[in-house]
């Protein structure tokens, strides 16, 4: 068998007549893919399908996998190879960075799903992921006069040498309004060292009937094409717009869509192997729910098995909860899905048979506990018009978790606390965690060899090593190395903006950074607000013996969701005013990032001197961005929540800077009647810069978003109270705490020893360690 740089010079020449030296990006690209993926092997996902002992499926409607062939090459152990190979040929080792990212996900959800199915094959364990395969992904991000716009985001562009099409695995999914083809395709997923290799199946939707010559010949050229088009919006984009009926329809359909199709590729590969006897369905498979997005699933397994199975209403019911398990990703109620009665039957009429079907069952299992103070309608499934997919999951489960301490201990006590108390035992935590694999071992080769010199390189499979690192910022000499490796990656940085962005970063700034999706709750908004106060102080005299410092964002809002955009336009707006600053230019930058993906992320994470995780105490569930930050280096500046607490508890709240309301405190403000008018009227800082919304420092192109976030402070929007996030009653500290690190930073050794004992405490947040969690207390895998 040839080895692996014979394999992507034969490719080469029989697919492109080329060689290593005269392949363009996109050629060599497909060459060294499909020589990994002769290691791989074609038949993988067959492996992965029908391999012995117990296997675990984890439902999401994301995938934030990132480049696939970097991460894989390592993983293959075919990284130095390819290494070797490009500078034989005196090509750039970094040139295909840029050539796939699929957006299969808008963030953190997306982005921990990588991380599992990584840490699931690298363990060894029966871990695979089904999703869709989105044609366009979530949508590729550009600024125009510093409005975000959406294009699409074409990541098959270059071809998708890692997936293969499994026509014969192709299921028929039944809608009201017509039936489509789910056609799988599926990717590796490689542990590392290779030895275990599981599947990531991304379903695509097709037509039944591809082509309708009778309509074409009829010159009925928009009725042929109808079908088609149905069947090419499900797996378009990732979250499409739900502003009107329309999109709220199409978001079901695409839950509908995969969450059938993976049980019914289960119940079929299942069959397979035992017939019609489901007594061992529950040991054969477990069934990890992402969140709500797949909870469809749920009554879709019970119909099957009632109606083409021929099992009794009581025995499916009982086989779902004992394969299904829950996590729970929010604490905020209106992010709770719920779907309406009408529309929901308008999409699947013949699941919604099985929803009544679970709210009869949980009407009488509930009539049975004991619920103390709470009422038994606030369990109910079906709730006037609307259908709760949280209270779904949980009651037709047998495990619900949070991911953080802190966010597991409200779902108890607060936000579903309700359930607890009916079902205690189904309640656990599970912190979720990153792959070091990709966040350090891949995107940060400096700091990883300062690492395994020190330490050895068993921390890329067990990162607890990583606190043998600890004793080494007692060092100055070793901390000052560190400190030098840091500013290497942001030397690196400053010189990938300027290339994507067209903008020059000074590397001797701090760089401070808040990289995660744009939503209110995030609060990148008082993050702006801290950058104009500072602004004003540093012109006022009033802050000196300042370190410039660099604000770095990297964001994407919701289509739809225009308060969130207002903010991205607002950002650059404050980036150009002080960008038009001569004195102050000297001492501060912003720079918001288009098109924030992991590629970028892998950038930005190894560059930061300060990590912002500005949520408000008790509104983030865990956060990953946290951890990665964290693990190369960066401090904390952040509230008391989500990893936060976890974080600031491994490596000190010395090395960190906490600062806010915490969750008890902002139970208080809220009980006296919090009053954002009164802090707005006493606070002359915080007026300024919130004025600076409505007093024409700031233009937002005519469209009165930077009036509507004024109102939404002072007066309340839609739903939301005044100020519902609490800016104003945290901006105060914020802002001490923002400014108490930069003073810090003076003393290099003092602020690098912080962040060496950062890295050197992150072990407890590696993947690996939520996954054996769920392999032994949920799941029930070898």
């Not at 956060?623 to 509230?639: H, I, Q, R, S, Y």
């Amino acid at each position: 068998m040839k080895d692996f740089k014979a394999n992507v010079s034969e490719i080469l020449s029989l697919d492109y007549g080329k060689t290593v030296e005269t392949a363009d990006t996109r050629e060599l690209y497909a060459a060294v893919a499909g020589a990994a993926m002769c290691g791989v092997g074609r038949d993988f996902a067959e492996k992965a399908k029908n391999a012995e002992g117990k296997k675990a499926a984890y439902l999401s409607a994301e995938f934030l996998i990132g480049r696939m062939t970097y991460n894989n090459l390592l993983n293959l152990g075919l990284l130095g190879k390819y290494t070797e190979l490009m500078d034989a040929h005196r090509r750039d080792p970094g040139e295909l960075e840029d050539v796939e990212d699929p957006a299969l996900g808008n963030g953190g959800l997306g982005r921990l799903a990588a991380c599992f199915l990584d840490s699931g094959a690298t363990l060894g364990y029966n871990l695979n992921g089904y999703g869709i395969r989105y044609r366009y992904g979530l949508f590729k991000q550009t600024f125009k006069d510093g409005f975000q716009n959406e294009e699409p985001d074409d990541w098959t562009k270059d071809g998708d040498p890692w997936s293969v099409r499994c026509e014969k695995d192709k299921v028929l999914v039944h809608f009201k309004d017509g039936d489509v083809y789910a056609v799988p395709y599926d990717m590796p997923v490689v542990g590392y060292g290779g030895k275990k290799i599981n599947m990531l199946r991304l379903w695509q939707a097709e037509p039944v009937n591809e082509f309708d010559f009778d309509l074409f010949n009829g010159q009925k050229y928009s009725k042929e094409a109808e079908e088609r088009n149905k069947a090419f919006a499900i797996s378009a984009v990732l979250y499409p717009n739900d502003s009107e009926k329309a999109g709220k329809q199409l978001r079901l359909k695409q839950q509908y869509f995969f969450s059938s199709a993976s049980v019914r590729d289960m119940i079929r590969t299942y069959k397979e192997k035992y017939g019609n006897d489901f007594k061992q369905f529950s040991s054969e498979y477990a069934i990890q729910l992402n969140d709500t997005h797949p909870t469809v699933a749920i009554p879709e397994f019970i119909r099957i098995m009632v109606e083409e199975e021929g099992l009794t209403t009581a025995k499916a019911l009982r086989l779902a909860k004992e394969t299904f398990a829950y996590t729970n990703h929010t604490v905020m109620a209106e992010a709770l899905e719920k779907w309406d009665v009408s529309l929901f039957k308008s999409v699947i009429p013949d699941v919604f048979k099985y929803v009544k079907l679970l709210q009869r069952s949980l009407e009488k299992e509930i009539a049975s506990i004991d619920t103390g103070k709470f009422d038994k309608s606030m369990y109910n499934i079906i709730d006037g018009n609307l259908i709760h997919m949280a209270r779904m999951a949980i009651f037709a489960s047998h495990s619900t978790n949070g991911v953080a301490e802190i966010h597991t201990e409200i779902l108890k006590n607060d936000a579903l606390k309700e359930w607890y108390k009916a079902y205690p035992e189904r309640f656990n935590n599970k912190t979720n965690g990153i792959t070091q694999r990709r966040w350090l071992a891949l995107c940060n080769m400096e700091l990883s060899g300062f690492i395994s010199d020190r330490i050895g390189k068993d921390w890329v499979t067990d990162l607890d090593e990583l606190k043998k690192l600890a004793p080494y910022a007692k060092d100055t000499k070793c901390v000052k190395e560190f400190n030098k490796i840091k500013q290497i990656k942001k030397q690196q940085l400053s010189d990938y903006i300027f290339e994507k962005e067209g903008t020059r970063i000074d590397p001797q700034f701090i760089f401070d950074i808040q990289i995660k999706r744009l939503h209110e709750y995030k609060r990148q908004l008082m993050n702006a607000f801290s950058i104009l106060d500072i602004y004003f102080g540093l012109k006022e005299g009033r802050i000196k013996d300042f370190t410039p410092m660099c604000f770095i964002f990297g964001a994407k809002a919701a289509p739809g969701y225009f308060r969130a955009k207002s903010i991205i336009k607002f950002i650059n707006e404050i980036a150009k005013l002080i960008d038009s600053d001569k004195d102050v230019k000297k001492l501060l930058k912003v720079v918001f990032v288009q098109n924030y993906n992991v590629s970028y992320a892998e950038k930005l994470v190894t560059a930061a001197d300060i990590s912002e995780q500005i949520s408000t105490a008790g509104t983030e569930a865990s956060g990953t961005g946290n951890m990665k930050l964290m693990l190369n280096g960066a401090v904390t500046l952040g509230t008391y929540d989500g990893a936060n607490v976890e974080i600031v508890r491994e490596a000190g709240e010395e090395n960190n800077y906490i600062f806010g309301n915490r969750v008890e405190d902002i139970e208080k403000l809220k009980a006296k009647g919090y009053n954002s008018k009164k802090i707005y009227k006493s606070n002359k800082r915080l007026k300024r810069v919130v004025d600076t919304l409505v007093d024409g420092t700031f233009d937002d192109g005519g469209t009165g978003g930077f009036k509507e976030l004024y109102d939404s402070l002072l007066e309340g929007a839609s739903w939301h109270k005044p100020d519902h996030y609490f800016i104003f009653a945290d901006f105060d500290s914020y802002v001490e705490a923002k400014l108490k690190a930069n003073k810090d930073y003076k003393d290099r050794v003092a602020f690098g020893r912080k962040c060496l004992l950062n890295t050197a405490a992150a072990g407890k947040f590696s993947s690996d360690r939520t996954i054996r969690d769920y392999a032994k207390e949920v799941w029930d895998l070898d």
